[in-house]
């Protein structure tokens, strides 16, 4: 930096140094405050869409008239003058006076009115400037964005050739993925620019894809060539993985706005691993299938803005995280095999991919979707109408199919499927518009889509039922009597010696269970298996007998008192028939 910084009153450079002008009884004098003369080169705002922050770029030269290398403080960091000894030579330093780092600070502020100044998105998505609706990514667009760490990868594209949509539709017709595993995710990615009008009608997508398989199903290259629509990707080089501190995950996720994302590689290796990463998936769970995250307070007792995901996310893992009937209800599983890739053909499009052709389509269905329905505060208006319309309807038409079918469901699992309809949907009705699908071919591809969703439905179906605390429940006591770690012995045994792991009696009907006992050793048991059982047994009880699973006593007790070997127990009676349904379930 060659331009001696321009300092007001009462402050000035000479020869190199900063000085103050003081006053005395002979006259004003300067008193020298540092050996160089720093200035504020540019002062950038940063707006992550939750809370704007700002960073000054500080620059200088030394006495000597060197330049100083430039280096970004953030705007609370200024004053603590720790950026000096952090970045700066240590020739450098500030005189030993009075309130010497409050003086400089000052005259650094000075000179902001000749810096740069800048506003910068530290978000993606789409964002309304000026009455005209933008979509940020890095890299495009007359708007900077930045963002950090691996997320830079992220990055836009500002033309589509017709040549690159052809590519586009021919994921539709040559499964170099199986199409059970490539059209849902197809459906996320263009569904995640749809979250934002989603949400303002109140039906934003609230769950989390995960692909499923053991080691070599190529789980994490196909999360990379779906996120390759938004940026640069490879399997190695995901945006984030389970291996991440919680706090990254939750600060990236709620950047990554409207667009697709992966958190990569779940499989515990070690007791601390599966802590760790249980916990990470029970935030991705809270903040993409609730779209909420913790409340967190600064350090000065005031409530922290939340960073609450609005993208979408692939989750990556060799089996499916154990987090209970609720979480699994907030994903849908897709399980992938190895050796169902059609290599040669899928290397071909991760070559168009790192040439940034998935990057390109995107522009194109984004250019699409602004000239479609966001010309115009009246089109958005409307464009929001129809996605809720569309939502409820096709809702109603997926409980009913559901229902028809006999599948027994959560109730989040219409929506689920419905978000990745509306997504899949949005994808034919582009390729129609740039010349690349027929009306009955359309017809043809969402019949397709619908029968392949409401297959993995079935499926999550039992991974929903299966995770249901009743289950596990049941599941657990009865391997635990299998291998010997409990026992139950016949109703009228006329024995009066009890082995030390007994939990109960049985007969034809009935498994006569030590209820609290029972619910102590299955959580021993899970725990020993790095697994949690956290139900509380008043919670269990209720659950077991609004499944009709339990004999519940004529006034409504889930527990009796009955006579074994001559003494009065409290038990709680089992139905051996539901009893053996579950467990030869497994």
């Given amino acids: 930096m060659n331009v001696q910084p321009l300092y007001s ?129 890095p890299g495009c667009g007359e708007h900077e964005v930045r963002l950090c760490g691996k997320q830079k990868a992220y990055c836009g594209a500002d033309k589509c050739e017709q040549e690159e949509i052809v590519y ?40 989390i894809l995960s692909l499923i398989g053991r080691t070599g199903s190529m789980k994490s290259t196909v999360a990379a060539l779906m996120i390759s629509f938004f940026g640069h990707f490879t399997a190695t080089e995901l945006p984030m993985s389970f291996h991440d501190t919680a706090n990254s995950i939750l600060y990236n996720a709620g950047t990554l706005k409207d667009v697709l994302t992966c958190v990569d590689d779940y499989h515990p290796s070690t007791k601390k691993d599966g802590v760790t990463m249980r916990q990470n998936m029970q935030i991705l769970v809270r903040g993409y299938g609730d779209r909420t995250t913790r409340e967190r307070m600064t350090s000065d007792i005031r409530l922290r803005e939340s960073q609450v995901p609005h993208g979408n996310v692939i989750v990556t893992a060799e089996y499916a995280p154990d987090i209970g009937e609720s979480g699994t209800a907030r994903t849908f599983i897709i399980e992938m095999q190895p050796g169902s890739m059609n290599l040669p053909l899928l290397t071909e499009i991760q070559e168009f991919a790192a040439d940034g052709m998935l990057m390109r389509c995107m522009y194109g269905y984004i250019e699409w979707l602004k000239k479609t329905y966001l010309s115009s505060e009246e089109t958005v208006q409307n464009f929001v109408s129809a996605l809720k319309q569309k939502y409820l309807s096709l809702r109603t038409a997926y409980r009913e199919e559901l229902q028809k079918r006999k599948i027994v469901f959560h109730d989040r699992l219409p929506d689920t499927l419905t978000c990745l309809y509306i997504g899949f949907d949005m994808l034919l009705r582009f390729l129609m518009y740039r010349g690349m699908l027929k009306e009955s071919e359309v017809d043809s591809h969402r019949e397709k889509f619908k029968s392949i969703l409401l297959s993995h439905a079935a499926k999550q179906s039992n991974a929903v039922i299966t995770d249901k605390p009743t289950h596990i429940f049941i599941r657990k006591l009865f391997a635990m009597i299998e291998c010997g770690q409990a026992s139950l012995m016949k109703k009228d045994s006329a024995s009066t010696v009890a082995p030390g792991n007994l939990l109960g009696y049985e007969d034809d009907d009935y498994c006569y269970i030590f209820f609290e006992a029972s619910h102590k050793a299955v959580s021993k048991f899970c725990a020993d298996q790095n697994e949690v059982f956290t139900i509380t047994t008043k919670a269990l009880a209720k659950q077991l007998a609004e499944e009709e699973l339990i004999e519940v006593t004529d006034s409504g007790k889930n527990t009796r008192s009955l006579p074994f070997g001559g003494v009065n127990k409290r038990v709680m009676l089992l139905k051996k028939s539901a009893v053996k349904n579950i467990y030869d379930g497994i």
């Fill in 9 to 137: 009153h009462p402050y000035y450079a000479k020869d190199g140094k900063l000085y103050i002008e003081k006053q005395s009884r002979s006259g004003p004098y300067l008193e020298q405050l540092c050996n160089f003369t720093p200035c504020i080169v540019s002062e950038v705002t940063f707006d992550d869409g939750q809370t704007v922050r700002k960073e000054y770029r500080i620059g200088g030269e030394d006495e000597y008239g060197n330049p100083l290398p430039e280096v970004d403080v953030a705007a609370d960091d200024l004053s603590k003058m720790d950026w000096l000894a952090n970045h700066w030579p240590a020739t450098l330093r500030l005189s030993v006076v009075s309130s010497v780092e409050k003086h400089v600070q000052c005259a650094m502020k000075e000179t902001a009115v000749y810096a740069e100044q800048k506003y910068v998105f530290a978000h993606t998505g789409w964002k309304e400037i000026d009455g005209e609706y933008h979509f940020l990514l």
């Fill in 168 to 207: 586009l539709a021919g994921f539709l017709q040559v499964d170099f993925i199986p199409h059970p595993v490539m059209l849902p995710c197809l459906a996320l990615v263009f569904l995640s620019p749809l979250n934002e009008f989603l949400h303002r009608a109140g039906c934003e997508p609230k769950f």
